[in-house]
């Protein structure tokens, strides 16, 4: 049976679910951030231990297969190592998990920050498309929006 899984989903195959399965995530935050299905499932660690199997199946994987984990520290080393480390698909698969997954808890996040100021939730989608396709941008976006509904700047909530 596991071999019958393990022929199925090639990184291919988890790439293309992937993309496809973070997308209700993103649909639920952005257009119903305050439904009981967005707290049970958007904004709890359930997405995030979803993305975390995949990982770790992609883990397995990638040792299966051979490859040599320690090169990956090589990244360090400068932007040429990037780029040689990027032409590597268990590499690049398990990166696009890592950015998959950041980028849906900080969406998760500004879900349930705005709701503590009752932010109006069409300017909240703003930023979580923002931080569906760029990431940091979006928390940034966010941040300055949430000053005007906090009325002061903290920078340690």
Not at 12 to 28: C, H, K, Q, R
Not at 51 to 59: A, H, M, S
Not at 113 to 132: A, C, E, R, W
Request: proline share 3%.
């Amino acid at each position: 049976m596991f071999e019958q899984i393990y022929t199925y989903f090639t990184i291919e195959m988890i790439y293309l679910w992937l993309n496809l399965g973070v997308l209700p995530f993103w649909f639920t935050l952005i257009f119903f951030p305050q439904s009981q299905i967005s707290k049970v499932f958007i904004t709890s660690i359930f997405p995030i231990f979803i993305l975390g199997l995949t990982y770790g199946y992609l883990l397995y994987i990638s040792f299966i297969d051979g490859y040599d984990f320690l090169q990956n520290f090589k990244l360090y080393l400068g932007l040429n190592e990037i780029l040689n480390l990027f032409e590597n698909q268990s590499f690049l698969i398990l990166f696009w998990v890592h950015f998959l997954s950041i980028n849906l808890f900080c969406g998760g996040w500004i879900v349930k920050d705005s709701q503590l100021f009752n932010m109006n939730k069409i300017l909240v989608s703003i930023p979580l498309i923002i931080t569906y396709l760029t990431g940091p941008i979006g928390l940034v976006f966010y941040w300055v929006i949430r000053i005007f509904y906090a009325k002061r700047i903290s920078l340690y909530d």
